[in-house]
């Protein structure tokens, strides 16, 4: 600002100053506005200023005299906030009192966030109702004891909830932080690790305008309101897609940053200023930012400050003395903030120290939140960023108010709550203090019936869940028939096969329209440009330009009706675009059946925090890992070659996971997939790989579809063989051999070999899922636990690998730990080959030979165990190893 800089010729300065006011008292601010603009593109075109400023000074982006009046009653909603203050002051009060139960909960957070909220729960959060889909909330997640309190107020929650605020395990519990997965007709969206929720907002909001724009549902006159903490905004998560907002013009979106410059350590900036950095970011990608800065008990001294002394003071004023001041008090501000000039102090001469306390911060003065929501809600194009500054631990007193360690405080000694209780009009007596009773106005007293009646105006309550869906009549396993059959000599890769699936899906008549393929930057890779051209790239403002490849069958066709989502290079973006249309049949009432395809290893490694929220909102939806394997993607290296997906897949609870490596297989397993989700309404997710290594595809074998799907099935019964060993005769000896994903296809070389040269019985299982039959195994051996008196159940990996006997062997492109999850539950001696280590470039053959996955290490692991078994000598594995270029002091992977 030019503040900061020495003026070398005032006279000239106040002459320029002049002329703006006069144009604005003659002409008005929007022709200033004009001129200003002008006169900076001027500038900039000579060079002579490089670039204009995108900040403002600091005080609110609305003037006084522009803003929209809030119409309600004031005096009512001061005195129901004062409730609601309460009220979560003493949830977490009375948790705190439980003995032994250090259950913790924040009272700082929602301090500062209270008018914020509760202006927009007055005004304009709208709630779901016949006729509209609601506003789309997301609450900071620290403060949800004042959600809580909120709706114990309004009688949607008991006292007997709210003093299960943390303790869930027995039911009727208040979960610590918005969790849809554990309050599900409450909860709407997971927020609470920092930065998940402005990402999800953003996404949900273009979701929603892509539904409108394709004609599925009109959302023209809903929002998405995220809420989120100043420090929140340190996060790559929440600033990483705000240029996305700008761009898609998403003017139903509301961010709300509380600014009240703490974190949970200490000042967010305290060498700066949050709200300018904010403020220039925000405007530079394209947001509309209104700053809400300082409350209206401000408004005479800054109309007063003709020659700009107060605002320059408030310029250069760093956020570590704002904190200070008010955690000091008026005193110390009269003395550090207008001690600065005798020309500040003259301004306010006229005020006690107490009413240079009561000059407030705009986030705390209902006037200026009315008037900055309002002007939000106003769509011009743009998404809206409001950057309130708040004071943390607002009213707590000296213990919590803008202290370095309020965000940690969990309650207020007695002096406190009196204080607080006499502040807000809390009929509590002294002699109850102690418990912190909590307190709620009677029924058809005033509060009760203002707040009831602002809701009703409303639309209803906020925050609610839908849990009911409407099901999807999905295609059965005829659809797929292209997919069941054999390729013939046609050498394809499961990707492919997954891309002839989901191009069929979206020209199905039933559910067609409600497939979302999600791209991030990767359709080429994954042979998905037909997609283009067949179901069109969404795009809000359609295709502006002639695409180069026009003239092309699959040209990049981009249409406002466009289908596809192309995020771009950002796979927390595509995941979260998914994320919205993996709830869409919650959030909008309206399922939709996203297909996410992306680099397998650009996944959970990469976004898992997304993916383990996704579980937690009740996603439903597919993840397509495409590329898999360690060996399989082979020209690539360490940073792309993916051995332990599924392993992290594995730790969401409700993610269901598969590797198959059949095209009928995948057809079965996304069918039951649709079936699960979409028609009996499970709240899972599947992530399921694909690769792409080309061969060809067998038909499926008679009744495998049960096996596919639980996790296993015999794809080659090797028969009955008789052993002698040491003069004794082994009947139905058998060497089992399991694989997974292409390492399949090395089991099936390797039992071919073995059969052939060294006349054993071989069978081999397809296993699609080594989670899934971990999931089995694990509850049927906790049923058995917890039933001693009745009949032991088996589990399907016993059931499967009884009644013949013989060594089993795994080998999978994934970690060992991964096939080695079933050990429990496998009825004999189990060996397993795995991908640990790091990745490197290379062909598949030599990949597969360093990591001992391929036909030679399944072989050299089956002998092994024959030795063990005296069916064969050290000799021949000797001799074996040697023929198949098995080095003995080859290096381990693992450290290497
Ligand atoms: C990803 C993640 N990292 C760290 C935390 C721990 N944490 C909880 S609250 C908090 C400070 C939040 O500060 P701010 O965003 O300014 O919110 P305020 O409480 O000040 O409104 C931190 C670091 C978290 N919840 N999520
Ligand atoms: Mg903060």
């Known amino acids: ?165 943390r303790q869930e395990v027995n039911g009727n519990g208040l979960s610590s932080y918005p969790h849809p997965w554990l309050m599900p007709d409450y909860w709407q969206f997971p927020t609470v690790s920092m930065g ?44 990483g897609a705000i240029g996305k907002a700008g761009r898609e013009k998403l003017d139903n979106l509301i961010f709300v940053i509380n600014c009240n410059l703490q974190r949970l350590d200490g000042p967010v900036r305290g060498n700066g200023k949050i709200i300018n950095e904010l403020e220039g970011i925000f405007r530079g990608a394209g947001w509309n930012v209104i700053k809400v800065v300082w409350g209206r008990h401000w408004d005479a001294l800054l109309a007063a400050d003709k020659d700009g002394l107060l605002q320059q003071r408030m310029d250069e004023v760093v956020d570590g003395e704002y904190i200070n001041y008010w955690g000091r008090g008026g005193a110390y501000t009269r003395e550090h903030f207008f001690g600065k000039s005798p020309e500040l102090l003259k301004m306010v001469e006229h005020l006690t120290d107490d009413d240079i306390m009561n000059l407030n911060r705009g986030g705390h003065d209902p006037f200026k939140v009315y008037a900055a929501y309002a002007q939000a809600v106003k769509s011009n194009g743009k998404p809206t960023v409001i950057l309130a500054k708040t004071v943390k631990g607002y009213a707590f007193g000296a213990s919590a108010e803008a202290q370095n360690v309020t965000h940690s405080v969990k309650k207020l000694d007695i002096e406190g709550l009196k204080s607080f209780r006499d502040r807000f009009n809390i009929p509590i007596p002294d002699d109850q203090l102690e418990s912190v009773p909590y307190y709620r106005p009677a029924e058809d007293s005033l509060e009760i019936r203002y707040m009831r009646k602002r809701r009703e105006a409303l639309g209803g309550p906020v925050p ?167 060996t399989t993607l082979n020209g690539e290296g360490l940073q792309h070659q993916d051995g332990h997906s599924h392993l992290l897949a594995s730790t969401i609870p409700n993610c269901v996971t598969y590797d198959p490596t059949y095209s009928y297989e995948l057809a079965v397993i996304i069918q039951d997939g649709l079936r699960r989700m979409y028609q009996e309404k499970e709240s899972v997710y599947y992530y399921i790989t694909t690769m792409n290594e080309n061969y060809t595809h067998p038909d499926m074998p008679a009744g495998a579809e049960a096996g596919i799907i639980k996790g296993m099935y015999l794809l080659e019964d090797g028969g009955a063989k008789e052993y002698k060993v040491q003069g004794k005769a082994l009947t139905d000896q058998r060497i089992r051999l399991l694989g997974s994903g292409t390492i399949l296809r090395e089991v099936r070389a390797a039992a071919q070999i073995l059969r052939d040269d060294y006349k054993v019985a071989v069978d081999v299982w397809s296993v699609t899922s080594f989670n899934e039959l971990r999931k089995d195994g694990m509850a049927t051996s906790r049923w058995n636990m917890m039933h001693p008196t009745k009949k032991e159940k088996v589990s399907y990996v016993t059931k499967c690998l009884s009644g013949v006997s013989g060594p089993v062997i795994a080998s999978t492109d994934y970690m060992k730990v991964h096939a080695d999850q079933i050990r429990e539950f496998v009825p004999d001696t189990y060996r397993v080959l795995g991908t640990d280590g790091f990745g490197r470039s290379d062909t598949r053959e030599n990949l597969r030979h360093f990591f001992e996955v391929n036909r030679h290490f399944v072989m050299l692991a089956a002998l092994t165990e024959l030795k063990a078994r005296g069916i064969v000598t050290a000799e021949t594995i000797a001799k074996a190893m040697k023929a198949m270029g098995i080095n003995q002091d080859k290096v381990d992977p693992l450290t290497v």
């Open 1 to 165: 600002m030019s503040h900061h800089k020495e003026d070398t010729n005032p006279v000239e300065t106040k002459e320029w100053l002049d002329a703006l006011g006069s144009v604005i008292d003659e002409e008005g601010a929007e022709r200033a506005h004009f001129l200003l603009g002008r006169l900076a593109e001027e500038a900039t075109r000579t060079q002579s200023l490089p670039y204009a400023t995108v900040n403002t000074p600091y005080r609110n982006t609305i003037p006084t005299r522009e803003e929209e009046k809030m119409p309600g009653d004031m005096f009512m909603e001061r005195q129901i906030r004062g409730i609601i203050r309460w009220n979560a002051l003493a949830m977490v009060m009375r948790a705190g009192k439980k003995p032994g139960a250090d259950l913790g909960g924040h009272i700082s957070t929602f301090s500062s966030a209270a008018t914020l909220y509760d202006v927009g729960f007055n005004y304009f959060f709208r709630g779901a109702s016949e006729g509209h889909g609601g506003d789309l909330i997301y609450f900071q997640g620290h403060s949800s004891p004042g959600i809580y309190s909120r709706s114990f107020v309004e009688g949607r929650l008991s006292a007997e909830q709210l003093d299960n605020f």
């Open 196 to 239: 998940l929720g402005p990402i999800a907002a953003i996404y949900q909001a273009h979701v929603m305008k892509y539904l409108t724009s394709r004609g599925l549902m009109d959302n023209s006159d809903r929002k998405v309101w995220a809420f989120l903490g100043d420090g929140e905004t340190d996060e790559p998560e929440s600033l």
């Open 464 to 630: 609610k869940r839908r849990v009911e869906a409407q099901t999807l009549q999905v295609p059965d396993l005829s659809a797929f028939a292209a997919q069941m059959q054999s390729t013939k000599d046609r050498e394809i890769s499961t990707t492919m096969a997954f891309v002839r699936i989901i191009s069929a899906l979206c020209k199905d008549k039933e559910i067609g329209q409600r497939i979302v393929p999600i791209v991030p930057d990767e359709a080429r890779t994954f042979g998905m440009e037909g997609m283009f051209r067949q179901v069109g790239i969404y795009s809000s403002v359609g295709q502006l330009y002639e695409p180069m490849d026009s003239n092309q069958v699959m040209y990049y066709r981009e249409d406002t009706k466009g289908q596809m989502l192309e995020e771009g290079i950002s796979e927390a973006g595509a995941f979260s675009a998914w994320l919205a249309a993996a709830t869409s049949y919650s959030v909008n009432d309206y399922p939709l059946i996203p297909f996410y395809i992306y680099y397998s290893m650009f996944g959970f490694q990469r976004i898992g925090d997304l993916a383990w929220a996704a579980g937690d909102s009740q996603a439903r939806g597919f993840l397509i890992g495409a590329t898999a394997g360690r």
